[in-house]
């Protein structure tokens, strides 16, 4: 079941430590086909080079295993949340990579400083608040998706220009068209927490980007008017 699928987030999965993104099994990444409601996600606590196409699990919308001889990512219910209430998703990311989940820990969200942060990221970086202790033991991961998602609701924010999220005390969600891009944006939170951390180190006082320029870089890639790149490059 899901063949082509499960082999496509296991590559984005191996990608994870590629990129230096995850230490021992602290992550995940899956990939939904939206047709039969249906998404894979990485087994939980198996090593990434212990890893297998076949060892993906297929989970349904509801958060019930369909098919897998493991146990689903301890995140599934995360993911569940964001592929329902984000239906523009295909792919969703979670680590502890060190320099977004520093900025997650400290709770705070990354300021947008230059034009790499803009080229991928419509303005500040968000960071949710900590879930309640009733929120926790109720159910944990679940609602650390109804989190993210009330959260981006609540404050108007486009989860397509803002394909990333911080939770505080916890670490970073990203999310894509699929498993590969929401990997893709993995990347860039982790490059530009680095680079926000950095900044305020070198001058403590700096100033978000003006936002014309936060706008000229995210739009000469993103929507309509687009002219980054080549005609019919994905």
Not at 24 to 39: A, M, P, Q, Y
Not at 104 to 132: F, K, M, S, W
């Amino acid at each position: 079941m899901l063949e082509e699928l499960k082999k496509e987030v296991y590559e984005a999965n191996m990608l994870l430590p590629k990129h230096d993104l995850v230490t021992f099994t602290w992550g995940n990444v899956s990939g939904i086909d939206r047709e039969k409601g249906l998404f894979v996600i990485k087994p939980s606590g198996i090593d990434y080079d212990k890893l297998k196409p076949e060892d993906m699990v297929v989970v349904d919308l509801k958060g019930n295993k369909v098919e897998g001889d493991y146990n689903p990512s301890s995140d599934t219910a995360t993911h569940v949340v964001l592929y329902n209430r984000f239906p523009n998703i295909g792919g969703v990311v979670h680590t502890h990579s060190p320099w977004a989940t520093s900025w997650a820990q400290a709770g705070r969200g990354i300021p947008c400083y230059g034009t790499t942060h803009a080229d991928y990221l419509y303005g500040e970086v968000p960071c949710v608040r900590n879930l309640t202790k009733e929120e926790i033991d109720e159910a944990y991961e679940e609602n650390t998706g109804v989190l993210i998602a009330d959260d981006f609701e609540a404050k108007s924010i486009d989860y397509e220009a803002m394909p990333a999220v911080l939770c505080k005390n916890h670490g970073p969600f990203t999310w894509g068209k699929d498993a590969n891009e929401a990997v893709h944006n993995a990347v860039v939170l982790e490059e530009v927490a680095k680079m926000a951390a950095r900044c305020e180190m070198i001058n403590p006082q700096n100033n978000p980007a003006p936002q014309e320029l936060q706008d000229k870089h995210y739009y000469r890639k993103h929507g309509e008017n687009a002219y980054y790149g080549q005609p019919g490059q994905i």
